[in-house]
């Protein structure tokens, strides 16, 4: 845990007092950064800020399991677009 105003962390300390008069501003700051603050009154920890989702270290396969694949998305579909039937109109609306 850190002291004082020490960002170099992935948590911090900050009086109640400091909290109160940023605490907007803070909640941006840890929405984008992650990491955490940690909140005292009379030197000692009372509270702690956290971001409500964390950030994933990748994006890759951050959906897995969340979508069902219910047809086949490789073969062509049966369907006629537009711009093979009249290639005119596509380029010259």
Do not use: H
Request: charged share 30%; hydrophobic share 35%.
């Amino acid at each position: 845990m850190g002291t004082g105003n020490d960002t170099s962390g992935d948590t911090r300390t900050m009086k109640a007092s400091e909290f109160k008069a940023k605490c907007l501003q803070l909640m941006d700051e840890l929405a984008d950064s992650g990491g955490e603050i940690v909140i005292t009154k009379n030197g000692k920890p009372v509270s702690r800020m956290v971001p409500y989702w964390e950030r994933p270290k990748s994006l890759f396969g951050v959906d897995q399991g969340r979508m069902k694949i219910v047809a086949d998305i490789i073969s062509p579909m049966d369907v006629e677009w537009e711009a093979e039937t009249n290639p005119d109109r596509v380029l010259n609306p």
